[in-house]
């Protein structure tokens, strides 16, 4: 495999799509937590790997966004953590059988960083690098910290994941487009949100989740126009809807696909799909980018 | 109290100002001033708490505050409500807030946010919130709902497996012959008009924003 650094440099990176949407086509009851599948169905979690593998995704990413001790704890995997992370890694590392790189899932912790809710920044830090040790031992190529909103939480992760490894880490948050452009909830600005996770030690930094697509062709143009490190986008296909009870998301895989190209057009390296798409989003980028058939 | 009237005026403006910027020891020194000058406390309610807040739910939808500034304002707002309130029903009136509403994401659901989102919006719009939390009991729902003899029950759910207590908290409602007596509204992710409908609720909104339009009309306030 080529140098990671180098390749992201030279040619950019396709990352695979969503895990837990596809989980639940397999057998994953709603409300419980996709990480239960890496211990009851690690085959389930495999073939996921595997079918965004041979759609041409260049690195796979391990069951385990809401793999923190925090997030767990209020799940049936409540201290299972170091199981449930060493063990994706494992799925993920032989699906990738060495041909595509291995990502190490960060989500949120799920609760708010002081003053707005409990959770002490420092102990924030604690509940990441735990997790990421876990990633990092069990042999992740990188890490994606991802779907955050507060960039306070964003901080604590980096931190947390500096504590026990240097390997290659990718942040991205999720922002809302309000009258007076994007912003995270918590009213964090785009350019101020990049700037500090790189300060922090992140080697790219993005978006994900949240907006469609089309909406994230703005917001990608405004945080390429923020950084001189490579940019990550990661759109959801289009916001949800709910029809007979189920959820399910509007954009098909040609209007995502075109605006991936456009994405990648405006000078975006790592590129890659969040909630609602699967390997056939994947195959249509990689195609559309990589001129695969 | 000739010449008191631009004195009263400053008074109120200051309690505004302070709920407005999520000042809360500011918001309650400048309620207690106001008190000791004798304005009356609806009036310190109506004139200064209520328009301060409003101010900050408006900035909100215009995209210049956020959570943390909300949080903050509606934090000051309940301080000093926790002032206003037992002077006004001492003087044997009763509080007119536009009503009050109960919060709450439903057991086995731990999704704060939207929720608190919510009932930060409702109370910068001139609702008194009691705020449960996530992952509550539905009979939790209605002995609280009870006890603080709440208007509205605002029930969230975030994931399509437990936007079904939403359902069952109303049957529960039905079963206690309470229904009569709450109005139930419901939202979250999963959750469209449809299911209100559906599931014989009062009202859905879309967003935090929306939740608000419905709680104001399901209590007759016009916008």
């Known amino acids: 495999m080529t140098d990671l650094r180098e390749k992201i440099?030279?040619?950019?990176?396709?990352?695979?799509?969503?895990?837990?949407?596809?989980?639940?086509?397999?057998?994953?009851?709603?409300?419980?937590?996709?990480?239960i599948f890496n211990l009851e169905n690690p085959e389930a979690v495999k073939s996921v790997h595997e079918s965004y593998i041979s759609a041409g995704a260049e690195v796979i990413t391990t069951n385990t966004f809401g793999g923190t001790a925090l997030k767990l704890s209020k799940t049936e995997l409540k201290g299972k953590q170091e199981e449930v992370n060493k063990v994706a890694v494992e799925i993920a590392r032989e699906a990738a059988g060495g041909k595509v790189f291995v990502a190490g899932d960060i989500g949120p912790t799920g609760e708010m960083l002081k003053p707005f809710g409990l959770l002490d920044f420092e102990k924030a830090v604690d509940i990441f690098a735990e997790q990421a040790?876990?990633?990092?031992?069990?042999?992740?190529?990188?890490?994606?910290i991802e779907t955050i909103f507060d960039i306070n939480e964003m901080l604590a992760a980096i931190k947390g994941v500096r504590t026990v490894s240097?390997?290659?880490?990718?942040?991205?948050?999720?922002?809302?487009?309000?009258?007076?452009?994007?912003?995270?909830?918590?009213?964090?600005?785009?350019?101020?949100?990049?700037?500090?996770?790189?300060?922090e030690g992140a080697d790219a930094v993005g978006a994900n989740c949240s907006i469609g697509s089309d909406t994230m062709i703005e917001l990608a143009r405004l945080i390429r126009k923020?950084?001189?490190?490579?940019?990550?986008?990661?759109?959801?296909?289009?916001?949800?809807?709910?029809?007979?009870?189920?959820?399910?998301?509007?954009e098909s895989v040609d209007f995502f696909c075109d605006n991936i190209v456009k994405i990648k057009s405006l000078g975006v390296e790592i590129v890659g799909g969040c909630c609602g798409t699967n390997p056939a989003y994947t195959r249509c980028i990689a195609e559309r980018i990589r001129g695969r058939s | 109290m000739g010449g008191s009237d631009g004195k009263e005026k400053e008074l109120l403006r200051e309690v505004a100002k302070s709920v407005f910027i999520g000042d809360k020891d500011a918001t309650l020194k400048a309620v207690r001033r106001a008190i000791d000058s004798n304005i009356r406390p609806e009036e310190i309610l109506d004139k200064a708490l209520i328009p301060g807040i409003r101010k900050a739910g408006d900035l909100y939808e215009k995209g210049q505050y956020f959570l943390p500034e909300l949080i903050m304002c509606a934090d000051a707002m309940k301080a000093a409500f926790g002032i206003l309130r037992p002077l006004i029903e001492q003087n044997g009136e009763k509080v007119r807030t536009h009503g009050r509403v109960l919060v709450g994401t439903v057991e086995g659901d731990i999704h704060d946010i939207g929720k608190t989102l919510v009932g930060v919006m409702l109370s910068t719009s001139g609702f008194e919130v009691i705020d449960l939390g996530a992952d509550v009991p539905l009979h939790r729902f209605v002995e609280e709902a009870v006890k603080n003899d709440v208007n509205i029950i605002g029930v969230s759910a975030l994931l399509t497996t437990t936007m079904v207590k939403q359902k069952e908290l109303i049957e529960l409602l039905v079963k206690e012959n309470l229904r009569e007596r709450f109005k139930v509204i419901v939202g979250g992710a999963p959750v469209t008009q449809k299911w209100a409908d559906d599931i014989g609720a009062d009202g859905y909104g879309q967003n935090a924003v929306e939740a608000v339009s419905v709680a104001k009309k399901l209590m007759g306030v016009e916008e």
């Not at chain 1, 030279?10 to 996709?34: N, R, S, V, W």
């Not at chain 1, 040790?133 to 994606?144: Q, R």
């Open chain 1, 166 to 199: 240097d390997k290659l880490l990718l942040a991205t948050m999720t922002f809302e487009k309000k009258p007076t452009g994007f912003f995270t909830i918590m009213g964090n600005s785009v350019p101020d949100c990049m700037e500090k996770a790189l300060d």
């Open chain 1, 9 to 35: 440099n030279q040619e950019g990176l396709i990352f695979d799509g969503a895990m837990g949407t596809m989980l639940m086509e397999k057998g994953l009851e709603q409300g419980k937590p996709p990480e």
């Open chain 1, 226 to 250: 923020s950084v001189t490190s490579p940019v990550i986008i990661q759109p959801n296909a289009g916001v949800p809807e709910v029809k007979d009870g189920n959820i399910f998301y509007p």
């Open chain 1, 133 to 144: 040790s876990y990633l990092d031992e069990a042999g992740v190529d990188l890490f994606i």
